[in-house]
Nanobody
Framework: QVQLGESGGGLVQPGGSLRLSCAAS????????MGWYRQAPGKERELVAT???????IYADSVKGRFTISRDSASPTIYLQMHSLKPEDTAVYYC?????????????WGQGTQVTVSS
């Protein structure tokens, strides 16, 4: 079983920066992609960024040039460095990990960390 633990959320002023972390634990050898999603009040959960075990990344258009996803492959941990934060970035940010298994891919989710951008 895979467990995901997020940290780093908080309150920041517009234009500020935050870094989120997500550490995977348990049986992590089959994880091949990890990423971040977010959900704002009254909205659906949306992709923010993903990174594969080969280091390939995908970003939502709304965060390109402002957010950077990275990973520490030695200990399955990913980071989301967020710059130039805007009020519309306010949301609960969820870490996710996808692992391959004999019965098909399986997704795991963290409990989420709140990011609030406000003056």
């Amino acid at each position: 079983q895979v467990q995901l633990g997020e940290s780093g959320g908080g309150l920041v002023q517009p234009g500020g920066s935050l870094r989120l972390s997500c550490a995977a634990s348990g049986t992590t050898s089959s994880i091949y992609v990890m990423g971040w999603y977010r959900q704002a009040p009254g909205k659906e959960r949306e992709l923010v960024a993903t990174i594969t075990d080969a280091g390939s990344t995908i970003y939502a258009d709304s965060v390109k040039g402002r957010f950077t996803i990275s990973r520490d492959s030695a200990s399955p941990t990913i980071y989301l460095q967020m710059h130039s934060l805007k009020p519309e970035d306010t949301a609960v940010y969820y870490c996710t990990a996808r692992e391959s298994s004999g019965s098909g891919d399986r997704d795991h989710w963290g409990q989420g960390t709140q990011v609030t951008v406000s003056s």
